[in-house]
């Protein structure tokens, strides 16, 4: 008898608990009106949150985000992943989606420019950053931990100001390939790589910002690292994406931005 | 077409599934007829690689064979260098990953193995380690074989443990998993497919030709 009244009690708990015994506000807005789905870069992890939370503060919006990597979020949106905003770590996954017209005409926009530092742990020796990307040829560095070039925009940036430092033949036998910038620099912070060549963003992130020391690497050495992004054409309230798009050009945002390690378009 | 990435899965997988023969017999032996209460603690463990996601486990190995954990500087202290980032690095990878592929089907076929034998064998006077080698070894060629082919195929199509301690270097870790990867971030799918449909064909004759090979054991065996 106890067990029946026990089975029952818990049946109704896993079945109408979500609406019976709901009480407060629905916790999802319908789905479609005021909310926005995003698609964004890696490297925006750590600014994108404080930038959501400011937008969802002033305008009612619900922000859900996804990070990945850009070429990955490409591959999806190709086959019509369910995203109303791509925020991608270069532009050109933005204009070859809009290309194929795929993307609401008109709306690609530069949000964000990446900035690249040489990174090292507390504990290394001091004059990895005080050398630079020199460092990065010292005897002393087995191993120097970059994003991968074929795909990554951090990656290519890297190679280019090991390049333009005149270090490049001689860093080349020591580079170790991350899938991402965000895992280039775990193979720093893990210690398997003396050194690595990865975003501002990045290191001045919140749990990162004290567990290593850094220096930016010039940006005349690297290509400029603007980040697009883009509305997708199946955007579910376009107005929202919209807003959402308005605000990250604003000045609120790229205050914010800049705090997170980015530089801002026209600077 | 990615040669080097698939020669170097080839050998990464052969290598580990050598080491796992030598190391997963005695385990799963233990762990069969091993009287102790604790042994499940053992078995859980060694199950462990099922449950846990690929990506935390080769993160918890690169901390583990790196400069900043004692294992990874007395390595590096004897060798001369790190083990991050190299195919030895990878092997111990490859060898926990794939260890419950070896030893759940060497341990359920030694289990499966008639007592009465062994105790006939016992009561003739012969030794554990003889009996073993000529009764329980001869009666579980099928978990082995089965073993084997599952700790090889798993190796070779092994991504997520290797994405995190290998470092993606041509011909020392970048395992044809890895290429393939690369080539759909690079938005080259073509050459991601041809890889691809190399690595499926492969697999697929390893796989059926086991399966062809242990049907005609059985078959023996019964007749």
């Known amino acids: 008898m106890n067990h029946i009244k026990l089975f029952t009690l818990l049946v109704c708990v896993a079945v109408f608990a979500p609406t019976a015994c709901g009480g407060g506000p629905t916790p999802n807005p319908p789905p479609g009106k005021g909310r926005v789905r995003v698609a964004a870069a890696a490297d925006l992890n750590a600014a994108l949150g404080a930038l959501v939370a400011q937008f969802r503060a002033s305008h009612q919006v619900d922000v859900s985000v996804s990070y990945g990597s850009s070429g990955m979020f490409y591959t999806q949106l190709l086959n019509g992943a369910p995203f109303d905003v791509f925020l991608s770590a270069d532009v050109e996954y933005p204009r070859q989606l809009a290309a194929r017209g795929l993307t609401i005409p ?103 910002e004290n567990q290593g020391r850094w220096t930016e690497i010039p940006p005349t050495l690297y290509p400029r690292m603007e980040q697009g992004g883009t509305i997708l054409r199946w955007a579910v309230d376009v107005e929202s994406a919209k807003g959402f798009r308005a605000y990250l050009l604003g000045t609120e945002a790229r205050a914010l931005l800049k705090q997170y390690g980015f530089s801002t378009p026209g600077t | 077409m990615d040669w080097a990435a698939l020669w170097l899965s080839v050998r990464l997988a052969t290598t580990t599934t050598l080491v796992l023969l030598a190391i997963g017999i005695p385990i799963a032996y233990w762990i069969v007829f091993s009287t102790r209460r604790w042994k499940f603690l053992v078995e859980a463990v060694v199950a462990l690689p099922l449950v846990l996601p690929p990506t935390v486990l080769g993160f918890y190995v690169l901390m583990a064979i790196g400069p900043l954990s004692p294992l990874g500087r007395a390595y590096s202290s004897l060798v001369g260098h790190g083990l991050p980032f190299t195919f030895e690095g990878l092997l111990i990878a490859s060898v926990l990953y794939s260890l419950p592929f070896a030893v759940q089907p060497f341990s359920a076929e030694f289990a499966s193995v008639d007592r009465r034998l062994l105790e006939a064998s016992f009561s003739l006077g012969v030794s554990r380690l003889t009996t073993f080698r000529r009764v329980v070894l001869p009666l579980s060629v099928r978990g082995l074989v089965t073993g084997v082919v599952l700790s090889f195929a798993h190796t070779l199509g092994e991504f997520g443990v290797v994405l995190m301690v290998g470092g993606n270097l041509p011909g020392v870790t970048r395992t044809v998993s890895i290429s393939i990867y690369d080539s759909v971030q690079s ?37």
């Open chain 1, 106 to 208: 008109d709306q690609e926009f530069t949000y964000a420019v990446g900035r690249l530092v040489l990174w090292t742990r507390a504990s290394s020796p001091a004059n990895f950053v005080r050398d630079g990307l020199r460092s990065a040829a010292d005897s002393a560095v087995t191993h120097v931990a970059v994003a991968n070039p074929e795909h990554a925009p951090y990656g290519r940036a890297a190679m280019a100001a090991l390049q333009a430092a005149g270090v490049a033949d001689r860093v080349r036998p020591k580079l170790v390939y991350g899938e991402s910038v965000a895992q280039a620099m775990q193979f720093v912070q893990s210690g398997a790589a003396e050194v690595g060549i990865v975003a501002l963003s990045l290191a001045v992130a919140p749990g990162l």
């Open chain 2, 187 to 223: 938005l080259d799918y073509a050459a991601a497919s041809r890889t691809s449909l190399l690595l499926l064909m492969l697999s697929f004759i390893i796989l059926a030709s086991t399966y062809a090979l242990q049907r005609s054991v059985w078959i023996r065996a019964r007749r």
